[in-house]
């Protein structure tokens, strides 16, 4: 069975570095950067990448809607 | 075939979005402090909007208080309402336009203090739109006062001490108060500061509209959502602490179906 696996894209600028995401991130994906974004907020970024699976979960919180989601099952397009 | 090779920007080149910002919500940024739930609420409603196909004939009313900018979040013709009078605009808005979707967006000072008035007769006439109600137990915009829905014992700028029952009376249960009009055809509560909660919520608001397209009568959705800025917490504290005393009080789930 194809394993599905996943991967985020975070609108840096626009997080606001609530940390809601990273603690709902049931793999322990997300981190938030000690670098300040422009707004002076830690935005979120995908520390664990590896671990995503795209389950949304992260996204489905995110108040200020920075997440996009994607989901890729390797062995249906091989 | 080995799968552990395939690198983030390969699935995001490759693969499918499963997730990303609907098109009705605008591209300014929001006005909240981090971590509100105003902004998942007002994403949720902009979701249903768009996967109904109703955009061009959905009006939205806002309220006063910290979501007195949603229109400038929600891609929509709104009309921003005087403080609490939201369900009277949107039944004028809706009389003259009865083939157009309307819903209010209030908070719980807009809704339960200022607006008893507003929300229980347009409730109690039954006008056939929808009510999407933010409760978050305290005034946000104006400093952290005492709402009608603050908790018992619960400290706000107004009550410094906590809520006393005796002298400031109880936290208000305006949900369940409403579901007694026979003008009402759907009081629900619900969350948004988890998953499992977000899902539900949205299939909520989904049925309050759907109740309007079949003429039903006034839905009302609360959404217990937080207060971080006003309850003194981090978001993450603010959303365990909702969870732990929100919700025992005003506990999720369809009061009126
Ligand atoms: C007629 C009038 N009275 C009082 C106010 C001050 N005021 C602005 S927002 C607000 C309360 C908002 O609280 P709530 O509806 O709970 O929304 P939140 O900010 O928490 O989202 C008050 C009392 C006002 N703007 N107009
Ligand atoms: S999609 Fe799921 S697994 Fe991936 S970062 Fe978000 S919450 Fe974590
Ligand atoms: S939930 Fe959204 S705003 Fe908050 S830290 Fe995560 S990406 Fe940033
Ligand atoms: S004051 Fe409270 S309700 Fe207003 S934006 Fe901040 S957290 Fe949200």
Redesign the pocket.
């Known amino acids: 069975m194809a394993k599905v696996i996943?991967?985020?894209v975070i609108d840096t600028e626009a997080c606001k570095g609530c940390d809601i995401?990273v603690h709902?991130?049931?793999?322990?994906?997300?981190k938030l950067n000690d670098q300040v974004n422009g707004k002076g907020y830690n935005p979120a970024y995908?520390a664990n990448?590896a671990?995503?699976?795209?389950?949304?979960?992260?996204?489905l919180v995110c108040p200020d809607m920075c997440?996009t989601?994607y989901q890729y099952k390797p062995d249906k397009v091989a | 075939m080995t799968t552990s090779v395939i690198t983030p920007e390969e699935i995001i080149k490759k693969g499918t979005v499963v997730?990303k910002k609907t098109e009705l919500m605008t591209n300014n940024t929001l006005s909240y402090c981090p971590g509100c739930g105003h902004g998942v609420a007002h994403r949720l409603v902009m979701e249903v909007i768009e996967e109904m196909g109703i955009g061009e004939e959905t009006i939205g009313v806002a309220p006063v208080g910290c979501s007195v900018l949603a229109y400038d979040f929600m891609n929509v013709d709104m009309q921003q309402a005087a403080h609490g009078r939201a369900p009277a605009v949107a039944t004028g808005i809706k009389r003259v336009y009865p083939e157009k979707y309307v819903f209010t967006y209030q908070g719980d000072g807009d809704l339960a203090a200022i607006g008893t008035s507003e929300t229980i007769h347009a409730c109690n006439r039954g006008e056939n739109i929808v009510i999407i109600f933010i409760n978050n137990g305290i005034y946000g915009m104006t400093g952290g006062q005492m709402a009608p829905t603050t908790l018992a014992g619960m400290k706000s700028s107004t009550s410094p001490y906590g809520r006393s029952i005796p002298t400031m009376g109880y936290p208000i249960k305006m949900t369940e108060l409403v579901a007694h009009l026979p003008g009402v055809a759907y009081a629900t509560r619900q969350a948004v500061h988890e998953?499992k909660y977000v899902r539900k919520a949205k299939k909520a608001i989904q049925k309050a509209f759907e109740n309007q397209r079949d003429l039903k009568g006034t839905s009302i959705v609360e959404i217990v959502s937080n207060c971080n800025s006003g309850w003194k917490m981090t978001p993450v504290d603010a959303n365990k602490w909702l969870e732990e005393n929100m919700l025992p009080y005003f506990p999720l789930g369809d009061i009126k179906k």
């Open positions: 996943g991967a985020v995401c709902a991130c049931p793999t322990d994906v997300l995908p990448h671990a995503c699976t795209g389950c949304k979960i992260c996204a997440i989601v | 997730f998953a």
